[in-house]
């Protein structure tokens, strides 16, 4: 099945599309220097297929490539920060 992670701004959130159709998202709030993640959600008939492991990965690279501090907000992704030691950098010390 493929699977593309984009950035809808419009919408403030990362989605991962899978054939094409939002199967999962992680939403944020974006300051000058910063980015909140709030939530991350799976569509149900998605769950279990390491989609939102891959949507956060992608996020939070996409925010380092930017220079951005990452507020982890969401459970997630403050799990997944914990579980993947690259990315303890961007964590914002506020």
Sequence with gaps: MPTEVVDNSTESRFEILVDGKVAGFADYRLLPTKIIFTHTEVLPEHEGQGLAGK?????????????????????????????HPEFKDLVDPA
Aim: aromatic residues 6%; charged residues 15%; contains cysteine.
């Design 55 to 83: 949507l956060v990965g992608h996020a939070l690279q996409a925010s380092a490539d930017t220079g951005l501090r990452v507020v982890p907000s969401c459970p997630y992704v403050a799990r997944y920060i914990e579980r």
